[in-house]
């Protein structure tokens, strides 16, 4: 199980790719409440699962920077709870050092 510090970075970067696809699918004229696939979130350096949502579904997620997406499953209860559970994904908070560190990135 990775560190706090190393989860918050792994699930940053995650984060980021999310964030390109939203990007470019809003530049490809994707419709808000069409499925995209996104990465998990999770801090597991070497996940490739991918979650279908809508653009407005991961805008909602991102709404609060201590929220991430993850596929059921990959939970790290050592930094994060569970806040929503949609059936194909979930959405956790981080908390402690990895929530600190997540909203201090969301700046």
Sequence with gaps: MPTAARAAKNENLFREVNQRIVELEETF?????????????????????????TLNEYEGVRAEPTHFVVVPGHVDEAHERVVHDRGHYVVVEKLGLAGALAEEDAD
């Design 29 to 53: 004229g994707r419709r808000a409440d069409e499925p995209t696939e996104f990465v998990c979130e999770c801090s597991f350096v070497e996940c490739v699962e991918r979650v279908p949502l």
